[in-house]
């Protein structure tokens, strides 16, 4: 795998982890956060899921060799990192309930 595929699945990973976080400090819940730990609260949740956005879009930044405007196989690495992300989600928060109320 080429090093812009890898930048691009790492980036839909955490894309990917952005929206559960941004989600959370809208709604003001708590969600898991390595900064403050289970119980993050909506300011928490706001700056990781802010990180998490400009961290990915950040591995996005175009390679000089490719012309702008146009996506190759990077985007079907970008949608499995997202894909990944959120089975890997949707797994552990039904086995572990990590976020929710026991």
């Known amino acids: 795998m080429s090093g812009s595929r890898v930048r691009s ?5 955490l ?10 400090a809208i709604t003001r819940r708590r969600h898991l956060t390595p900064l403050a730990g289970r119980r993050s609260g909506p300011a ?3 700056l990781w899921g802010v990180l998490n956005l400009l961290g990915g879009l ?6 000089a060799h ?10 079907v690495a970008f949608e499995g990192g997202v ?7 949707a797994v552990s928060e039904r086995m572990l309930r990590t976020n929710t109320e026991r």
């Open 66 to 75: 490719r012309s702008p405007g146009t996506w190759d196989d990077d985007l």
């Open 58 to 63: 950040l591995l996005l930044t175009p390679d």
């Open 83 to 89: 894909l990944a992300l959120a089975a890997w989600m």
């Open 15 to 24: 894309v990917g982890n952005s929206a559960p976080h941004l989600a959370t």
């Open 9 to 13: 699945f790492l980036a839909g990973v």
């Open 44 to 46: 928490v949740n706001g």
